[in-house]
């Protein structure tokens, strides 16, 4: 708004603050889903990117990332593939191969390699990503569980199911104790694991689980109810 139109008039025409501008910019059409828009913020400031700070930038690799974000929200599998493996190569060069930005982008890239049903090579990435979190994050953290929960995912598109159940099972035992315990992802995970356990007639385990999993939708449902209620007080 206000602020950014000020930025703009104080910015110079190549540096860093405008090529930031047209990155929020380009990421504020993006949850407007006008992606035509997106990407012609996006790509100006990839050029600024380029001019102020290097194509080996994190900065320069951080936009190729919303790019690949506005291509895979428009459908276009391929060229997100392609904007995200690119940034991929900048976080590895300057990160190393070790680094959590690392294991982010090899499962950006799985997940584009899954919507074109390269099963096999999403799982190998994320895997990758998931020895990467375990060691630089730990193996009982949140984002190791949310790996494990998209391998199950590829597993069940895969049909190998009995492969899915010890993913999925692993997902939960994380997932559990993790500070996710109470979000969405593990509500969905509980959902889609229960309907895992009833295909291969584990139907006691199956209501275990959807029972845990509309738990934690009446929880958050709840405190979604008291935060806008809050809210609203504050707000008069």
């Known amino acids: 708004g206000k602020a950014l139109q000020l930025a703009i008039r104080s910015a110079g025409e190549d540096s860093a603050l405008m090529a930031t501008i047209h990155n929020t910019l380009g990421c504020l059409e993006l949850r407007r889903n006008d992606f035509s828009r997106a990407r012609e913020q996006l790509e100006t400031a990839l050029q600024l990117w380029a001019k102020v700070k290097g194509s080996a930038s994190i900065e ?10 506005v291509e895979d929200r428009a459908r276009n599998h391929k060229q997100a593939e392609v904007r995200y493996r690119a940034a991929l190569g900048v976080y590895e060069e300057q990160l190393g191969p070790e680094h959590p930005q690392v294991a982010s982008g090899l499962s950006n890239v799985a997940a584009e390699l899954f919507g074109r049903k390269k099963f096999d090579d999403a799982l190998e990435l994320y895997e990758r990503a998931r020895k990467i979190q375990e060691k630089s994050l730990g193996a009982s953290s949140a984002a190791v569980a949310s790996t494990w929960h998209k ?46 356990l009833r295909s291969l007639k584990r139907f006691s385990e199956a209501e275990e689980s959807d029972v845990l999993a509309t738990r934690i939708q009446v929880k958050s449902a709840i405190a979604a109810q008291r935060t806008g209620a809050t809210a609203a007080f504050s707000f008069h």
């Open 60 to 69: 320069y690799a951080s936009t190729l990332t919303n790019l690949g974000t």
């Open 151 to 196: 391998i199950g995912i590829v597993e069940v598109a895969a049909k190998r199911f009995d492969d899915a159940e010890p993913a999925y099972q692993n997902a939960v035992t994380i997932f559990k104790d993790s500070p996710a315990a109470n979000g969405v992802e593990f509500e969905l995970c509980l959902r889609e694991y229960a309907s895992l």
